[in-house]
């Protein structure tokens, strides 16, 4: 179940973009919500390095790993979202393919990102994304989860509030499970959550072996 709110803000990137500006003060601010994953991973990586930014979207969340300097991919589902990524970010090289099953060789990724992305799949797909990601990453290569995680008192009310017009099932569905705990189920190791955001955002990291 979702509301009329979603299609909206998926059709119209101005009510998307606007939707993320404001959710993401709880974090501070948008820039730092689209560096959440290059900035705990850069001590990580090589200069240069090849990154794959799963479930890019127009590429927001790669941007900063371009100006960075890494060899960044992104890949999406959507032609729309990639036309949008190709205008906005010109170096990111894109790929339409599912998570589920990417188009993509393996070990080819020093680093993978997820942005506000696992919580679309449902328990079994997103168990099959988060094999196709351990396998697409190097021996040694890392990845790192940012999404949504059940909020403390202070914003539990917006967190529902946000989900209720925004998101779908698998959202609600994902707040319910460890995902820790599912990426050391899954092979991963290394595995650390950060809480941010009063709690409503996480930010995972685990390696591949
Ligand atoms: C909430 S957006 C996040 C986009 C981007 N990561 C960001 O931080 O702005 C989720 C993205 O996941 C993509 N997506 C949903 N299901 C997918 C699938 N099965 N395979 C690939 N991409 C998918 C959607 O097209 C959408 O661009």
Redesign the pocket.
């Given at each position: 179940m979702t509301s009329f709110l979603r299609p909206l803000a998926?059709r119209y990137r101005w009510i998307y973009d606007t939707v993320?500006a404001v959710s993401s003060l709880s974090v501070g601010g948008v820039e730092r919500l689209?560096g959440l994953g290059l900035e705990v991973l850069k001590p990580h990586l090589k200069p240069g390095a090849a990154v794959l930014?799963?479930?890019?979207?127009?590429g927001?969340?790669a941007a900063p790993w371009l100006v960075a300097g890494y060899s960044v991919t992104g890949?999406?589902?959507?032609p729309r979202?990639l036309d949008l990524a190709a205008k906005r970010h010109p170096a990111l090289q894109l790929v339409e393919?599912?998570?589920?099953d990417p188009p993509l060789a393996d070990a080819s990724f020093s680093a993978i990102q997820?942005?506000?992305?696992l919580h679309?799949?449902p328990r079994s797909?997103r168990e099959r994304?988060l094999r196709s990601a351990l396998r697409l990453l190097e021996p040694g290569g890392w990845l790192v989860l940012v999404d949504l995680h059940p909020a403390g008192p202070w914003l539990q009310l917006p967190q529902q509030l946000f989900c209720a017009l925004f998101e779908t099932d698998t959202a609600t569905a994902m707040l319910e499970d460890d995902l820790p705990a599912q990426l050391e189920q899954l092979g991963f190791s290394g595995v650390t959550q950060e809480l941010l955001a009063g709690r409503a955002l996480q930010r995972i990291t685990a390696k591949r072996p």
């Open positions: 998926y993320t689209r930014d799963l479930c890019c979207g127009s927001e969340a890949l999406d589902v959507a979202a393919g599912l998570a589920e997820m942005s506000v992305a679309e799949f797909d994304v």
